[in-house]
């Protein structure tokens, strides 16, 4: 048995991995791939495969795979200084200088970056400290979280019950209490084929209005929201669809989350969603791209307003009573400063504008004439395809969801890696940001070969 043969048994004994078909992989009835290399755009396994990685992994290795200038920086201070906590006061040359460097980055109101590990404990850090922040108030009853449906915020209990999919609610008894759900900004996906991108904002904003005098305002802590909806299908939100929901939100002194795990430091072509569609949130969640997964780091960065009230609270009543062991954890938050000054020293957010727009407009091209092909959509370096029945009608197939990983699993065996998004039959791309026109054609061309190996 060779040493990669060892390798596969083991991983099919031992290896629980997150979102698989737990028996099926344990069977051998799907397969597994062993990674262990990667330059630039592209992945290499254990076989000797090479992969046009055009998804950055799950977005998040937005600078690219192999760079130096990252893990060189992670290899020194592990050297230096592997680990000391940040609890009362502590802290290193690299978490300060972080801290600045996404302030300088985010949008004008912010003022405090508190750090986790993933997407996830930084959304249950940012229903924590809304729920603080209104007790400190006085209002304990203003509660509540509305959340949207296909949007995606994590995977624990409180973070799981925000997600808006239902793999992530079936048999795990979620969503919890005070979680709600409204309306997805999702047009393609509208009830009423002729109404209008303004007739379904409007929509929106009437049943968010609905929502909010059926649970009562006094009654609703905060909405969070991705400005592109990234697993619920990448979904751009229709023009106009943020100015009005936040005119609702303050109307009724609720606070607005951000969640850019997906979208912060660049990939819709601006440093933040926030910035790109004009919002004005009060706390923002981020995690993948501001390390480009070269070590896990998430943060929750805090606004002038609720910060204020955070001091208040524990002028009143003593230390703040959250932590992480390994919050801003030295060797995360120095692959945080490597990977930003990399973004900027070789201009990549400007990449994600040229050359994403370059990928969208060659997928256009080649397959918006397809019979199978309902929506080619994305914004940024973000892409996606959605599958339909007839194209008229808008028909969706009859065992929605398996079209989609048919058409990634033929792309893969072309030597590109897209994804097949839940809940609907979507193809998803998130490149790094490092990728070109040339590259950019390789993913069109064997999407295409693809799609119409599946779906002739």
């Not at 201070?77 to 980055?105: C, N, P």
């Not at 400005?227 to 299908?233: E, Q």
């Not at 936040?246 to 951000?258: C, F, P």
Request: some cysteine.
């Amino acid at each position: 048995m060779t040493s990669t043969e060892q390798l596969t048994q083991w991983d099919r004994d031992h290896f629980f991995h997150p979102s698989t078909h737990l028996a099926a992989h344990a069977r051998g009835d799907m397969p597994n791939r062993i990674v262990d290399g990667g330059e630039g755009v592209y992945i290499k396994d254990r076989h000797g495969n090479q992969l046009l990685d055009a998804f950055a992994g799950l977005y998040c290795v937005n600078a690219g795979y192999g760079r130096k200038e990252i893990s060189d920086a992670i290899a020194a201070q592990a050297d230096s200084l592997a680990y000391y906590h940040a609890y009362v006061g502590h802290g290193t040359e690299a978490s300060i200088t972080l801290s600045k460097m996404i302030l300088d980055r985010a949008p004008a109101n912010m003022s405090k970056v508190y750090y986790g590990l993933g997407g996830s404990d930084a959304n249950e850090t940012n229903v924590k400290l809304v729920w603080y922040y209104n007790n400190v108030l006085g209002r304990p009853q203003k509660k509540k979280i509305i959340s949207r449906w296909r949007g995606y915020h994590g995977s624990g209990l409180i973070t799981g019950s925000l997600t808006g999919l239902e793999l992530f609610h079936k048999k795990f008894d979620l969503p919890l209490d005070n979680i709600i759900h409204t309306q997805a900004p999702y047009y393609f996906r509208r009830d009423e084929l002729d109404m209008s991108e303004a007739d379904f904002v409007a929509d929106c904003v009437t049943k968010l209005e609905q929502l909010i005098e059926q649970e009562g305002a006094d009654n609703i802590a905060a909405f969070i929201g991705e400005p592109v909806l990234g697993t619920g299908g990448i979904v751009p939100p229709p023009e106009g669809y943020w100015p009005a929901m936040q005119k609702v939100l303050k109307q009724h002194d609720i606070l607005l989350i951000a969640d850019e795990v997906v979208t912060g430091f660049g990939r819709t072509g601006e440093m933040f969603g926030s910035d790109y569609y004009g919002m004005e949130p009060d706390i923002i969640t981020i995690a993948k791209g501001l390390t480009s997964a070269y070590a896990p780091l998430s943060g929750s960065i805090v606004s002038d307003k609720v910060w204020q009230t955070l001091e208040q609270g524990t002028d009143e009543f003593g230390p703040i009573g959250h932590g992480w062991t390994y919050s801003a954890h030295p060797i995360c938050v120095a692959a945080g400063v490597a990977n930003l000054e990399y973004i900027d020293k070789q201009k990549l957010i400007a990449n994600n504008t040229t050359t994403g727009n370059y990928l969208r407009s060659q997928l256009s091209e080649h397959l918006a004439k397809h019979k199978h092909i309902g929506d080619i959509r994305g914004v940024g370096m973000l892409a996606a395809i959605e599958f339909v029945q007839d194209k008229a009608n808008r028909q969706f197939f009859d065992n929605s969801a398996t079209i989609g990983p048919k058409i990634a699993g033929a792309l893969a065996a072309k030597g590109v890696i897209g994804r097949a998004m839940p809940q609907g039959d979507i193809l998803g791309f998130a490149p790094p940001f490092c990728l070109t026109e040339a590259e950019a054609d390789m993913v069109v061309a064997a999407t295409v070969s693809a799609i119409n190996e599946v779906l002739p």
